[in-house]
């Protein structure tokens, strides 16, 4: 049965995927299926193969210890992901970088 | 389409250190889902709240979890998260001071931190961890592994009866406790909302799925769907389990908020008052 939600994509990372399939399981739907082939990191991931089924209800991303899967419903949600990343990540991982180029110079303990 | 690759989840973008990810667990470790629950309480109280949280932690799988946030955390020694939590709360009671530790680390090493921070109705979160047994030396009994079950160091069955937690701290004097196990993902999140806006000690018991050990040794399911589905089938709300008999409810995790009052003094403001009496008589 077709849904009256259309989903955009079901992001799985391939980075952060470690292939436990509770995402399958959680789903009521019976939206993802285990991929044939194997990723750089050796993992069958899940994919949608159904994805006109799924109904945006988020079990299989909630299940997903790993942080690597989320239901993106539409263009405003991908938006936010990216002003997430812009606002949170880049500047935290500037920090970082920093950190580590004071700690290869020796001088670590002027920071902070 | 957002590319795969390096793909991250929004709240772990906005929350974690991705740059340390994936995290240590195994696969289908329950603990990622604690780490969830925890950050969508956190988003739903906004930005304020997180800022003022500082996270403690003992030695364990489960002392990981906290590790992975951007905040303050302290990774302390096995079984004393809550006692650094105390002097931490003590000398700044403005912060919230969230506490994930295992059952092992909490009711087994720490057992007598535990049951003071309660008398003390201390304001401290305390969530703990519990997927019955020692997961990270490799799968020995805890104060929570079920009667005759077998781990490393019960080969021929577990003959110790095991803690009931919610009854512990009751008895202790705390005023929040609540237990929900992995599957129950909306209700721990709300508890944990509950939990960090109380004033005194709250408890939360997490029953995770640990496929790994506990898995392998007690449950026979080495898949973690399998541990989920068992979750789910043998959980029993509060209000149903009233209703039965011991028997019925042999092996099985009562879930549900089990305590929630209001009439007991939080200790920091007992240390204020004390603070104010001693300023009075001049000293
Ligand atoms: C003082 C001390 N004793 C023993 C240990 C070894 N040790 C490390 S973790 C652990 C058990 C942890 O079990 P639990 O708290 O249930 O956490 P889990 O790994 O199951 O999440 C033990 C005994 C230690 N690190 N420090
Ligand atoms: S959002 Fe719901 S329906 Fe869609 S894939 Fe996930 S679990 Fe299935
Ligand atoms: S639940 Fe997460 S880690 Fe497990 S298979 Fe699905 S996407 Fe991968
Ligand atoms: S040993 Fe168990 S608790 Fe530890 S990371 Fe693995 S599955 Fe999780
Ligand atoms: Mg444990």
Known sequence: ?112 | MIPEAEFEHVLAKKYMRTEIMPHAFCPGCGLGIIERMILMAFEELGQEEWDRTVFVSGIGCSGWTPLYFRRDAAHTLHGRALAFATALKASRPDLNVVVVMGDGDSMGIGGNHLIHAARRNIGITAIIATNMLYSLTGGQMSPTTPEGARTNTTPYGNIEPNFDLMELLKAAGATYLARWTTYHFIQAKNSIKKAVKHKGFAAIEIVFQCPTYAGRYILNRPDPRDMLQWFKENSIPLGVAKNKSPEELKGKIIVGEYLHRTDRKEYTERLRELEERAKGKGR
Do not use: H, T
């Open chain 1, 1 to 112: 049965m077709a849904s009256q939600v259309k989903v955009q994509q079901i992001a799985v990372s391939d980075k952060l995927c470690k292939g436990c399939y509770l995402c399958i399981w959680a789903c009521p739907w019976d939206v993802l299926e285990i991929s044939e082939e194997r990723n750089w990191r050796g993992v069958k991931k899940p994919y949608a193969a159904r994805i006109d089924q799924c109904r945006a209800c988020r079990l299989c991303e909630w299940y997903c210890p790993d942080f690597a899967l989320q239901v993106i419903v539409d263009e405003k949600e991908k938006r936010e992901l990216l002003e997430v990343e812009e606002k949170y990540e880049r500047p935290w991982l500037e920090r970082v970088r920093k950190r580590d180029e004071i700690i290869k110079e020796g001088v670590w303990w002027l920071e902070d």
